[in-house]
Structures are given as structure tokens and as C-alpha cells.
């Protein structure tokens, strides 16, 4: 058996124990949203937090998937305001004891073409960084603007800069400024953005705010 053969198999079992690990997951999820109504409990705080667990299910097990096939980028037309809050609503979840106001302004009734599964898994890994630049109180905003036959999404936040002699190497592919990052969140990003047809960038970086760019591609109106 080849080395990549052999990589293939284990990669196949591997996912095969994560899924199974999941649908418990998603099993007690459900178990637990039957309780609160049994019990007549109404938590927004629990409702989201079981809504993040249940997409975060689904993101991973597409994922897996994904693992099945080197050409995996799917596009699909969906709402981009829709997709967009639905990121946000789930980075919530690593704000956690930070004081972090969450600012968004989407544009309506803009239709782009991504891959739904990628492009969450590229914006949420941006908020999830913006959030960890914040020690403990700070402001992220998330905006959107029609411009042609490209929606520009700008995600800022207020938190500690980027040193300027590593920006050039944010996207490079095992770079990270992390302890236990493994320098692909990024490199990944940028790949599946341009995969898509889109791409991301580091606006700026500064004592004000950081500031990244993606931009995605608005499809044409059906005649």
C-alpha cells in the first residue's frame, strides 16, 4: 500500500470516529432543547448556544466530507445577509467574559455565490481571531457593501495591532504568532476565498484597529 494510500485510510477512519462523535453531540442537543420546552424554560443564551453547537455539527461533519475528494468547493447562491449574521451569532460563542460590543451593518438583498460551508468556516475564523486580539473590552465590526459584481465584507476590530514586520506573512501557509496555533486558519482562508472566486486581505493594522477585506462575487440576475 502507498504512503498516500495508507494517509487516505487513516484520514477515512479517523473521520469516522469524529462523526460518530458528533451525532452524540447533536443527539443531547436535541434531548436538551425537548427538556427546555418540557420544562417550559425559555434561555436565549441557551437557545444560541445550542443552535452554535448544532451548525458547528453540521460545519464539521460537511467537512469530513469534504476529505472524500480534492476538488470539494461547492458554490451555491445564498443570501448574504443571511449567511453573515448567522457567522456572527455563531462567534459569539468565544467572546465568552470579554466585554466586546459586536457592531454589524449589512447590505440587503445581495445575493453572492460561495461555498456556504467554507465561507462560514473563513469569516468565523476571522472573528475568532478578532476576539482573541481583544484582552477584555473592545468593539468588532462586521459590514457589507454591494460594489459591482463583488460584495466587499470588512471585518474590524479594536484590539492589539499586528506587528508590521509579520503582516506580510499572515496568509502563508504553517505561519502563526500563536503557541498552540498550527498556522493554517489563514492560509486556509485565503485559499478557499480564491477558490470561490473571491479573496482576503489585511487592510490595515494599527493602533486604531485591524481591518481585513473579503470579497466574494455577486452573480448576475436571471433574465
Do not use: W
Not at 458528533?22 to 436535541?30: F, G, K, P
Not at 473563513?122 to 481583544?134: D, G, H, R, T
Not at 474590524?156 to 506587528?163: D, R
Amino acid at each position: 500500500m502507498s504512503e498516500n494510500s495508507t494517509i487516505q485510510q487513516q484520514a477515512r477512519h479517523i473521520g469516522h470516529e469524529i462523526r460518530n462523535q458528533l451525532s452524540i453531540c447533536d443527539i443531547y442537543s436535541e434531548i436538551i432543547k425537548k427538556h427546555l420546552i418540557k420544562e417550559n424554560i425559555n434561555n436565549p443564551s441557551i437557545d444560541n448556544a445550542l443552535a452554535c453547537i448544532q451548525n458547528a455539527v453540521k460545519l464539521i461533519g460537511n467537512n469530513l466530507i469534504d476529505l472524500k475528494s480534492l476538488d470539494n468547493i461547492i458554490l451555491h447562491v445564498c443570501d448574504s445577509k443571511k449567511l453573515l449574521s448567522a457567522c456572527v451569532e455563531m462567534s459569539r460563542v468565544y467572546i465568552q467574559d470579554k466585554n466586546i460590543d459586536v457592531i454589524t451593518d449589512f447590505a440587503d438583498n445581495v445575493l453572492i455565490n460561495v461555498d456556504e460551508n467554507k465561507f462560514q468556516g473563513c469569516l468565523i475564523n476571522i472573528l475568532k481571531n478578532a476576539v482573541e486580539a481583544i484582552d477584555k473590552k473592545g468593539t468588532i465590526t462586521v459590514k457589507s457593501i454591494a460594489d459591482d459584481d463583488k460584495l466587499k465584507i470588512n471585518i474590524s476590530n479594536t484590539g492589539s495591532p499586528i506587528p508590521k514586520n509579520i503582516q506580510n506573512t499572515l496568509f502563508d501557509d504553517g505561519f502563526t504568532t500563536k503557541k498552540t496555533g498550527s498556522g493554517i486558519g489563514l492560509y486556509l482562508c485565503k485559499k478557499h476565498l480564491e477558490d470561490m472566486n473571491g479573496s482576503v486581505s489585511l487592510v490595515r493594522s494599527d493602533t486604531t484597529c485591524t481591518e481585513f477585506e473579503i470579497t466574494v462575487y455577486i452573480p448576475p440576475l436571471a433574465e
